[in-house]
C-alpha cells in the first residue's frame, strides 16, 4: 500500500481503529486486498460517534404505515444477514422480501404532505436498491446496492420513529474499494455484511437508534 495511504489510515486513527481479522485462516484473504494495511479490531459499538444520519422529526405519522416500516426493517435483516453469511442466494430471495414490503408501503395514506414526500424518496430508493439486488447474481453486486438499501431503510425507521428494538447503523471503512459502506444491524456485535468471514469484524458502530 502507498505511503500516502498508510498515513491517511494513521491519522483516521484518532476516529476509529483499523480493522482487523481475527481469524488466522482469513489472514492471507485480507491482506490479498489490503496489503501493508495495520488492521486492529474496530468493533467500536460501544462508543458510537453520534448522529450519522439527519432525519425530520415525523413520528407522527399514522401507525399503519409506522407498522410497514417496521416490517421493512425486519426484511432488511434477513437480507443483511445473508450477505454477512455471503450467500447469495439467500440475498436475491431475501431483497424480493424487502421489494414486496417496500411496494405495499402506505404513502397514500399519509396525510402531512412533506411526511408523504419524504415516504416517497425513501421508499423509491428502497425499491431501486432491492430491485438490484434480486436482479443480481453474484456477492459484488449486492453488496454495492447495500449502502443506499441501509440508510434508506434506517432513515425510514428513525424518522417515522417506526422500530420495536434498538438498531445500530455500523460502518466498515474498508468496504466499498476503500469508500466505506455502512449497514443496519439489530445486535451491537460487529458481523460485517461486505466482506462476510473474510473481515467479519470490521467495522464500529456510528448511531444507536433506541
Known amino acids: 500500500m502507498k505511503k500516502t495511504l498508510f498515513a491517511a489510515a494513521v491519522l483516521a486513527a484518532f476516529t476509529f481503529t483499523s480493522c482487523s481479522e481475527s481469524n488466522t485462516e482469513n489472514a492471507e484473504t485480507t491482506t490479498e486486498n489490503h496489503e501493508g494495511m495495520a488492521h486492529g479490531d474496530m468493533n467500536q459499538s460501544e462508543a458510537p460517534a453520534g448522529v450519522v444520519v439527519e432525519t425530520p422529526d415525523y413520528t407522527t405519522v399514522a401507525e399503519p404505515f409506522k407498522t410497514q416500516v417496521n416490517e421493512l426493517v425486519s426484511e432488511y435483516m434477513k437480507l443483511k444477514d445473508a450477505l454477512v453469511s455471503s450467500d447469495a442466494e439467500a440475498?436475491?430471495?431475501?431483497?424480493?422480501?424487502?421489494?414486496?414490503?417496500?411496494?405495499?408501503?402506505?404513502?397514500?395514506?399519509?396525510?402531512?404532505?412533506?411526511?408523504?414526500?419524504?415516504?416517497?424518496?425513501?421508499?423509491?430508493?428502497?425499491?431501486?436498491?432491492?430491485?438490484?439486488?434480486?436482479?443480481?447474481?453474484?456477492?459484488?453486486?449486492?453488496?454495492?446496492?447495500?449502502?443506499?438499501?441501509?440508510?434508506?431503510?434506517?432513515?425510514?425507521?428513525?424518522?417515522?420513529?417506526?422500530?420495536?428494538?434498538?438498531?445500530?447503523?455500523?460502518?466498515?471503512?474498508?468496504?466499498?474499494?476503500?469508500?466505506?459502506?455502512?449497514?443496519?444491524?439489530?445486535?451491537?456485535?460487529?458481523?460485517?455484511?461486505?466482506?462476510?468471514?473474510?473481515?467479519?469484524?470490521?467495522?464500529?458502530?456510528?448511531?444507536?437508534?433506541?
Not at 414490503?101 to 432491492?130: F, G
Not at 460502518?171 to 460485517?192: Q, T, V
Open 91 to 210: 440475498a436475491k430471495t431475501a431483497a424480493n422480501q424487502v421489494l414486496t414490503v417496500a411496494k405495499a408501503m402506505p404513502v397514500a395514506t399519509i396525510s402531512d404532505a412533506e411526511q408523504k414526500s419524504y415516504a416517497e424518496e425513501k421508499t423509491e430508493k428502497v425499491i431501486s436498491s432491492a430491485t438490484n439486488i434480486a436482479g443480481a447474481a453474484d456477492l459484488a453486486a449486492h453488496r454495492e446496492n447495500l449502502e443506499q438499501l441501509s440508510e434508506s431503510v434506517y432513515a425510514m425507521a428513525k424518522a417515522y420513529g417506526a422500530t420495536d428494538e434498538k438498531l445500530y447503523y455500523q460502518h466498515c471503512p474498508m468496504a466499498m474499494n476503500d469508500k466505506g459502506g455502512y449497514w443496519l444491524s439489530s445486535n451491537e456485535e460487529i458481523r460485517n455484511p461486505y466482506f462476510g468471514d473474510k473481515m467479519m469484524k470490521c467495522g464500529s458502530t456510528e448511531e444507536v437508534l433506541n
